[in-house]
DNA sequence: CTCGAACA
DNA sequence: TGTTCGAGG
């Protein structure tokens, strides 16, 4: 599974952050944080973000270093958090689960070794959103008056959704699946520093002579995070059957093939769950760096490292 | 993600 | 020859 696939169809652009200013952009929080979490670990010692008792919180440092350039922009981000995943999500969870024991052990291997670049490098792909990343996350959120939603599916699904009922202006995420899930606008590949990359829904389905449902089923017979493909089949040979009229289930039939619950599967795509909505737009209050520097104290970060943050911060009236 | 092998 | 697959960094 997995769905490189849609990389190869989708319409890329470069856009500079100021682009949205003074827009609102919901982010996909599970990416968000994992992408720093990742980063932080590969690059920073352990004990910075390691308290007493041995929980490891390298999101209270990793989280927030990509927002200030956001807030900068005078842009509101509105992070969408996970609800339940899909019951067709299993395997691929499954898959990740255990790619990340698999890397656990060659940890342990290379600390063995005495290796410590390549125990990083592994460590890097064992982390996971504990509870306490997530409890953290969220109250850190709260003290520098940034708003977030707990979606009641995918937070993908979720953050297309509120593009298109016009609550934000663009995604961030770097999953393609918010092209199936039919994000508008979608920000890719955003560091903090230069240019991102902006995914659009629209030229991607001209691009290629397509609605939105035949998009759906390309993905479907590529395979997605819900289902595995049509061995045989990738991006270009499905936008060339779909697009010469056939359908999904004369294309199986063809190849004697079969997709599980494939209506299930396009149902999850082109009308997710996704819980509720806010019926108005979601705005930022003022940062609290008092608490915030109290948060941080309480969870044993190095004063100069949350200070070095708080200072990229744009300025707010006292 | 990049690359070479396998395949239609 | 173009496309997909699968291993490895």
Redesign the pocket.
Same mark, same amino acid.
Do not use: E, F, N
């Given at each position: 599974m997995g769905n &490189?696939a849609l *990389?190869t169809l989708a319409t890329l652009e470069e856009t500079p952050l100021s682009e949205y200013a003074g827009a609102t952009v919901a982010i996909d929080a599970h990416h968000w944080i994992y992408r720093y979490l990742t980063g932080l670990t590969r690059y920073m010692d352990d004990n910075i973000y390691t308290t007493e008792d041995g929980t490891e919180l390298p999101n209270v440092a990793g989280v927030f270093r990509g927002l200030p350039p956001i807030l900068r922009e005078d842009i509101t981000p509105v992070f969408v958090f996970d609800g339940k995943p899909h019951e067709r999500k299993a395997d691929e969870i499954q898959s990740r689960r255990d790619a990340k024991q698999e890397a656990k052990q060659k940890m342990a291997d290379a600390a063995e070794a005495g290796d410590t670049a390549a125990m990083k490098r592994y460590k890097a792909q064992t982390q996971s959103l504990t509870p306490a990343i997530h409890e953290t996350t969220r109250e850190a959120l709260e003290l520098l008056g940034i708003p977030y939603i707990e979606a009641g599916g995918a937070g993908e699904a979720y953050t297309a959704k509120m593009v298109e009922y016009g609550l934000a202006d663009a995604a961030m995420t770097d999953d393609y699946d918010a092209l199936l899930f039919g994000s508008p606008t979608t920000i890719r590949q955003y560091t903090g520093k230069g240019p991102a990359e902006k995914m659009l829904l629209n030229k991607t389905l001209h691009n290629h002579g397509i609605t939105h449902e035949q998009l759906v089923d390309i993905g479907l017979m590529?395979g997605t995070d819900y289902n595995d /493909? @049509? &061995?045989? @089949? /990738?991006?270009? *040979? /499905?936008v060339k059957y779909i697009t010469s009229g056939k359908t999904v289930e004369e294309i199986l039939e063809d190849k004697g093939a079969t997709i599980d619950g494939l209506s299930q599967l396009r149902e999850l795509f082109l009308s997710p769950t996704i819980g509720s909505v806010p019926d108005t737009p979601l705005t930022r209050t003022e940062p609290d760096f008092a608490q915030f520097r109290a948060f941080a104290n309480e969870w044993e970060f190095p004063t100069q490292f949350i200070e070095k943050n708080i200072s990229r911060f744009p300025r707010y009236a006292e």
């Open positions: &490189s *990389r590529c /493909g @049509i &061995s045989g @089949i /990738g991006p270009k *040979r /499905g």
